[in-house]
T-cell receptor, first 111, second 115 residues
Framework: QKEVEQNSGPLSVPEGAIASLNCTYS??????FFWYRQYSGKSPELIMS????GDKEDGRFTAQLNKASQYVSLLIRDSQPSDSATYLC???????????FGTGTKLQVIP | DGGITQSPKYLFRKEGQNVTLSCEQN?????MYWYRQDPGQGLRLIYY???????QKGDIAEGYSVSREKKESFPLTVTSAQKNPTAFYLC??????????????FGPGTRLLVL
C-alpha cells in the first residue's frame, strides 16, 4: 500500500527560526510532490510543488527532494506566527487516483 | 475571480437522510475530486471525474454518489448508507492533464455533522 509518512508534531519553533518539515513516501515510482498548508478549520492551500531532485525555493519556502532516499522536506525560513498551521505532504505516483496525502505535521511558531 | 466554491459551509444531517454538497469551479478545469478529511487522518479520495458525464470511485466511495453533468459542477450526495458521515468534505479540481505534474486546488470545504 502506498504510504506517505509525516511526523504529526506539534513542531514548535521560535519566531525567526527555520522550521524543517519532513515527509517520506513508499512508492518508488512517485514523480511529483506537493506541500499544502492547512489552517485550523480551513481547506488545504498549495504552497509548493517539486518534481526533480534537489532544492526549489519560493520566497521563505524551500522544498527539497531526494528520490533515492524517498524523502521530501519543506524548510520555512524566518518563521512567523502566521506560519502556524498543519502542513500536508502529497505525493503523485501517476495520474488522477494516484495522489496520496500524509496526515500532516502541525507547526507552532512561538512569538 | 477564479476559484472553487463549496456550499453550504456547515450541513446537518438527520438519521436516514440523504444530503447533497455542492461544488462549483470557474477555473475551466477538466478534473474534479471529492475528499473526506477526518481528524488525525490524511485526505481520502471518495470520487473523481476526469470529464463531463464520467466519474470513478475512489478509495471510500461506499455510501456516496456523484454526478458530473456540467464541467463546472460536481455535487456529492451523502446517502443514508454512509453510517459515519461526520467529516470535513473537500472538493478539488485540476487541469486534467493526467500527468505526474497534475496539481490539485481545493475549495473551502463543507463540514457535515449528524444530528
Amino acid at each position: 500500500q502506498k504510504e506517505v509518512e509525516q511526523n504529526s508534531g506539534p513542531l514548535s519553533v521560535p519566531e525567526g527560526a527555520i522550521a524543517s518539515l519532513n515527509c517520506t513516501y513508499s512508492d518508488r515510482v512517485s514523480q511529483s510532490f506537493f506541500w499544502y498548508r492547512q489552517y485550523s478549520g480551513k481547506s488545504p492551500e498549495l504552497i509548493m510543488s517539486i518534481y526533480s531532485n534537489g532544492d526549489k525555493e519560493d520566497g521563505r519556502f524551500t522544498a527539497q527532494l531526494n528520490k533515492a532516499s524517498q524523502y521530501v522536506s519543506l524548510l520555512i525560513r524566518d518563521s512567523q506566527p502566521s506560519d502556524s498551521a498543519t502542513y500536508l505532504c502529497a505525493v503523485n505516483s501517476g495520474g488522477y487516483q494516484k495522489v496520496t496525502f500524509g496526515t500532516g505535521t502541525k507547526l507552532q511558531v512561538i512569538p | 475571480d477564479g476559484g472553487i466554491t463549496q456550499s453550504p459551509k456547515y450541513l446537518f444531517r438527520k438519521e436516514g437522510q440523504n444530503v447533497t454538497l455542492s461544488c462549483e469551479q470557474n477555473l475551466n478545469h477538466d478534473a474534479m475530486y471529492w475528499y473526506r478529511q477526518d481528524p488525525g487522518q490524511g485526505l481520502r479520495l471518495i470520487y473523481y471525474s476526469q470529464i463531463v458525464n464520467d466519474f470513478q470511485k475512489g478509495d471510500i466511495a461506499e455510501g456516496y454518489s456523484v454526478s458530473r453533468e456540467k464541467k463546472e459542477s460536481f455535487p456529492l450526495t451523502v446517502t443514508s448508507a454512509q453510517k459515519n458521515p461526520t467529516a470535513f468534505y473537500l472538493c478539488a479540481s485540476s487541469e486534467g492533464l493526467a500527468g505526474f505534474q497534475e496539481t490539485q486546488y481545493f475549495g473551502p470545504g463543507t463540514r457535515l455533522l449528524v444530528l
